[in-house]
């Protein structure tokens, strides 16, 4: 008799736990810019881009899951300002493979590398190899697969490994898992882990161009990158992307690269046509961001970046932008959430705090 009492009380205490920390567990998301860079000029210590989802509850600080999209000069670097290191991200996805979405890349697995090489391996998820109509090939699986030919070469590789045998003796390019899809015009599952789905849809940029969605219980986000309409020039109703409005309806949050209206062809920066054709404006992004019933808009990747008086070779016909000349272009577009001007390290958490 003593002990049935004595494990009907342990089934109450055990009880009593159960639905305590589960109120006590609430999820959380947090989105924040880890390099806000527009292009692969530098400027002013900005990081290239990147964007850092964290997703969890308050007993973890919303950090269960980690997952980075894009990776640009100094992504380490500042995941280091958030406490986070190259181990402890679940998945790297891309957008595309310009250097300026990609080139910390190296860096975060080299550093994986040398100090976790028994970590599970990384998931690098991105578009399966595309061809384009003037015959190069873009490929995300290639990238990683020489991500590390330099130190291979160089030797060092060799020399670290013969300090230390549990690394992969192929080097960093070993602890790389890749994840290639074929992009599509429709919104398809590539990733997930437990609560957290990552979805992906063709944009347009470059070949291979994606954009994805993040969904948790705690709120979503879009990664729209540097995704631009199908139809490559004006005339057309907006220079945003169809697929990525599509992607991104009912999104708590969209975090996309913008430049600014004052930099088009007409207005005498001497930007080529195509390279501010192929980016989405600021002020349409606040009018897709209105449309698909967004909360938060956060412009990244800006062209140019705040306080800057030239993009590369291009001088700003009117002077150096400022964080209210973005806000007020995004306004016009018709957005009335919240507007944030990527500055690096930046953050949106749902539920705010
Ligand atoms: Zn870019």
């Not at 958030?82 to 493979?97: D, E, K, R, S, Y």
């Amino acid at each position: 008799m003593k002990k049935i009492l004595i494990s009907l009380s342990l089934v109450g205490i055990f009880w009593l736990a159960g639905p305590a920390s589960t109120v006590a567990a609430a999820p959380c998301l947090i989105v924040t810019l880890t390099g806000t860079q527009g292009g692969p000029s530098v400027f002013n210590g900005l990081a290239g881009s990147g964007t850092l989802v964290r997703y969890g509850d308050d007993s973890n600080d919303c950090g269960a899951v980690r997952l980075q999209f894009d990776a640009g000069r100094g992504t380490s670097m500042r995941l280091s300002q958030l406490g986070v290191t190259p181990a402890q991200i679940n998945a790297v996805f891309f957008t595309h493979m310009h250097s300026d979405h990609a080139d910390g890349f190296a860096d975060l697995v080299q550093v994986r590398w040398h100090f976790s090489a028994k970590a599970p391996k990384l998931d690098m998820v991105c578009s399966a190899d595309q061809p384009s109509p003037q015959g190069y090939g873009v490929s995300c699986s290639k990238f990683a697969a020489h991500i590390a030919d330099a130190y291979l070469k160089s030797g060092e590789i060799a020399q670290r490994y013969s300090e230390d045998k549990t690394r992969p003796e192929g080097g960093p390019a070993a602890l790389i898992n890749t994840i290639a899809f074929e992009p599509k015009d429709e919104p398809q599952q590539v990733w997930s882990s437990g609560d957290v789905k990552v979805s992906a849809i063709r944009s347009t940029h470059i070949p291979g161009h994606a954009s994805y969605r993040v969904d948790t219980p705690a709120g979503s986000v879009v990664i729209g990158g540097d995704a631009g309409n199908d139809v490559f020039a004006p005339p057309r109703t907006s220079s945003t992307s169809d697929q990525v409005e599509k992607l991104a309806k009912g999104a708590d949050v969209i975090v996309h690269s913008a430049i600014h209206p004052v930099m088009a062809p007409d207005k005498g920066s001497g930007m080529p046509p195509p390279f501010y054709f192929r980016q989405s404006t600021s002020a349409d992004l606040g009018a897709m961001a209105k449309r698909a019933g967004a909360k938060h808009l956060m412009l990244t990747h800006l062209i140019p970046p705040l306080g800057a008086k030239q993009q590369g070779p291009y001088k700003l016909p009117g002077g150096a932008l400022t964080e209210a000349d973005y806000r007020k272009s995004a306004q016009e577009g018709g957005f009335a959430g919240n507007i944030i001007v990527g500055t690096d390290l930046v953050s949106v958490r749902l539920p705010a705090k």
